[in-house]
């Protein structure tokens, strides 16, 4: 680092000429800075965009997929006889049902035992529970608190759809109670006590659930009877009449439209705000714009392209405005247009009540499958893929070019910054030099003048 004192020998001020000097000499290199700083504005418009491009992509794979607008609501009109869950087979329709009865667990119960009783030869060296023998031959003068314990275990480690447990029904008194771990007829519980020690009865008849749907007679296991109604589980819980139903859930499939039209508006926005004319700052300087930029213009031309392309033609609907999706409505004036879209959503759900598979092939019909056009949600997803696939979509690739160009420009800026440093550091260094000169100068003239001064007063006092 040169350490220069501007002016203290010669009176010259060379930091200020040093600083005129240098900030004429940066006018080229602020001028790349200015450039660098357009043109990484420009970029991060691109980089908005292409980042909006994939949202938009997200929505358009979503309306592709046919078992959005499969998605149905099951709703019963008497929640207090059953509840319903429809699935994505679910068939949509009205349905009249009737439950006649609830499906039970078998439960069946030994006699009361006094705990403390020790048995005698009376308890039976083995019992049978579903089947499965169970060894009783080393309870022999336990007492019964003891034998009930450990035949409750014995059945619970079985494994065999019955759960054991033991009851207190008065003081002193126990029962072991055997209870289906599973409703219905099916899964009663079969018992073998050969001496009746046991005293086995039961207390609650398994039976299935009986009910009529549309009359015509159900009967199940369960009370989450599957499939009565087509796609739907219905989970009975009382007996008595509740009609259920089932719609196109309209508030998925609109939730996920209104995603795609936030995105789609979202890139038209974007693009509308940055390719206006320019206009004058308060420094005087003009506002960036992209308003000649081709690609813009090209993206914008083809996304309104594709919304206004013809998508089906067996669905009932022809175009996205029938169904409540439609570009600048109500606009006339063209200094109005903003070129996105207006989603009427009171229309689409009333024409998805209406017609849920015609809304369905707008969206989700493909011709690799057959159909005469691709829907909406595939035009998109694929045409996007031209715009923002990460390799060589055109949006992409203009992005990378940009990062070309700010690094080509940022070398430029440094090879630069380095010749400057070098020139102010040899400006500095000349005039710290020429000041010592001047000082030297300086004190020599000082010397000369003492001597000249010095003679001159002798000469006089001779």
């Avoid at 008595?240 to 089932?246: A, E, L, Q, R």
């Avoid at 206006?276 to 083809?302: I, V, W």
């Amino acid at each position: 680092m040169t350490i220069s004192f501007s002016g203290l020998a010669s009176g010259f001020k060379s930091d200020e000429y040093i600083e005129a000097i240098m900030a004429q000499a940066k006018v080229p290199y602020n001028k790349l800075n200015t450039k660098k700083s357009t043109i990484t504005a420009y970029q991060n418009v691109f980089k908005n965009i292409n980042t909006k491009l994939a949202t938009l992509k997200e929505a358009s794979t979503a309306l592709k997929d046919a078992s959005t607008f499969k998605t149905t609501t099951a709703t019963p009109s008497d929640t207090t006889k059953l509840t319903a869950t429809s699935g994505d087979n679910a068939i949509t329709g009205s349905y009249s049902v009737k439950v006649e009865s609830l499906a039970q667990q078998q439960v069946v119960a030994t006699k009361a035992f006094t705990s403390a009783t020790v048995t005698d030869a009376s308890l039976p060296d083995s019992i049978t529970i579903n089947e499965k023998s169970i060894d009783l031959s080393d309870l022999q003068g336990k007492t019964m608190d003891e034998v009930l314990s450990a035949v409750s275990s014995r059945i619970n480690a079985l494994g065999e759809k019955v759960s054991a447990s033991i009851v207190q029904t008065a003081a002193g008194e126990k029962t072991l109670t055997l209870t289906a771990t599973e409703a219905g007829e099916a899964n009663e519980i079969s018992f073998v006590d050969d001496a009746g020690f046991f005293g086995f009865t039961e207390k609650q008849k398994a039976s299935d659930a009986k009910l009529t749907v549309n009359g015509i007679e159900v009967t199940s296991t369960t009370n989450a009877v599957k499939d009565a109604i087509p796609g739907v589980v219905l989970e009975l819980t009382d007996t008595g009449n509740s009609t259920v139903k089932v719609s196109s859930d309209t508030s998925a499939i609109t939730a996920k439209v209104e995603a795609f039209v936030k995105a789609y508006n979202d890139i038209i926005t974007t693009i509308t705000n940055n390719t206006q004319k320019s206009t004058e700052n308060s420094d005087g300087t003009l506002s960036l714009t992209l308003q000649s930029d081709p690609l813009l213009r090209d993206l914008k031309s083809q996304m309104n392209q594709m919304l206004n392309t013809l998508v089906s033609d067996t669905s009932g609907f022809r175009m996205l405005s029938e169904i409540g999706l439609e570009i600048d409505k109500g606009i006339t004036s063209a200094s109005l247009m903003t070129g996105t879209i207006t989603f009427d959503k009171e229309k689409f759900a009333e024409k998805i009540t209406e017609n849920p598979a015609g809304i369905q092939k707008m969206f989700a019909s493909s011709t690799a499958s057959g159909d005469a056009y691709d829907g909406l949600g595939i035009i998109f997803e694929n045409r996007m893929k031209v715009w923002n696939n990460s390799v060589d979509g055109l949006i992409t690739s203009k992005v990378k070019g940009y990062d070309s160009e700010i690094g080509f420009i940022t070398e430029q800026m440094e090879s630069m910054s380095s010749r400057l440093d070098l020139k102010e550091q040899s400006l500095k260094k000349q005039y710290a030099r020429l000041e010592v000169v001047i000082s030297q100068m300086n004190s020599q003239k000082d010397y000369l003048t003492s001597q000249l001064s010095s003679l001159t007063n002798s000469s006089s006092s001779s």
